[in-house]
Each structure stands twice: as structure tokens, then as C-alpha cells.
């Protein structure tokens, strides 16, 4: 049983975000969000200030989420609420285009 374990490949968490392709979870922090019904598990990469959410079941990506903003996020009374109002609706202000 070791053996198989020690031979098994070694994989890492990949998802399909929407319009971004598949992007590797390895440096992000991720936790799933059961108190929201809109969103689902988020995933932020403090480093990098990119933020990937699971809302109704799709993957999107914003880019430059400073820490203060990603912190009022995982709080806030209404996730969901919070989420369409400071980031998805900040389309051009978290924008990854051109954020590497």
C-alpha cells in the first residue's frame, strides 16, 4: 500500500476559469464558503493580490484585490451581496488582462 502511494503521480488542483483557461490553485489559499448561497469557495493568492471565486458554480478571476478589500469580503454579512457590488462590479478596476 505504500509503495502505491509513494509511486502515485503527484497532482495539484487545477479549475476552469471562465474566459482564463485552467489555472493551478497551488499558490492560492482556498476555502469553501457554506454560509454563502451565491459563493461557493474562493480562492486569493496574497502575494500576487489575485482573487478566484466560485459563484453559481463558475470560476472568475480578479486581479490586483488588495488585502483590505479581500479581508471585508470573507466577513461581510452578505457575501454574495459584497461580491457583485465591490468586485464583480469593478469589471475594469480588477481586470486581469494585463496582470501577470
Same mark, same amino acid.
Given at each position: 500500500?505504500?509503495?502505491?502511494?509513494?509511486?502515485?503521480?503527484?497532482?495539484?488542483?487545477?479549475?476552469?476559469?471562465?474566459? !482564463?483557461?485552467?489555472?493551478?490553485? #497551488?499558490?492560492? %489559499?482556498?476555502?469553501?464558503?457554506? @454560509?454563502?448561497? $451565491?459563493?461557493?469557495?474562493?480562492?486569493?493568492?496574497?502575494?500576487? !493580490?489575485?482573487?478566484?471565486?466560485? #459563484?453559481?458554480? %463558475?470560476?472568475?478571476?480578479?486581479? @490586483?484585490?488588495? $488585502?483590505?478589500?479581500?479581508?471585508?469580503?470573507?466577513?461581510?454579512?452578505?457575501?454574495?451581496?459584497?461580491?457583485?457590488?465591490?468586485?464583480?462590479?469593478?469589471?475594469?478596476?480588477?481586470?486581469?488582462?494585463?496582470?501577470?
Amino acid at each position: 500500500m505504500l509503495a502505491l502511494l509513494c509511486a502515485a503521480p503527484v497532482t495539484t488542483e487545477t479549475v476552469d476559469v471562465s474566459g !482564463r483557461g485552467e489555472i493551478d490553485l #497551488a499558490p492560492f %489559499a482556498c476555502t469553501d464558503t457554506p @454560509r454563502s448561497t $451565491v459563493v461557493q469557495r474562493i480562492c486569493y493568492n496574497e502575494a500576487r !493580490r489575485h482573487l478566484l471565486v466560485n #459563484a453559481g458554480g %463558475a470560476y472568475s478571476q480578479y486581479c @490586483r484585490l488588495p $488585502v483590505a478589500t479581500f479581508e471585508a469580503f470573507i466577513v461581510a454579512p452578505s457575501m454574495g451581496q459584497y461580491f457583485r457590488q465591490h468586485i464583480a462590479a469593478a469589471t475594469t478596476q480588477f481586470d486581469c488582462e494585463d496582470a501577470n
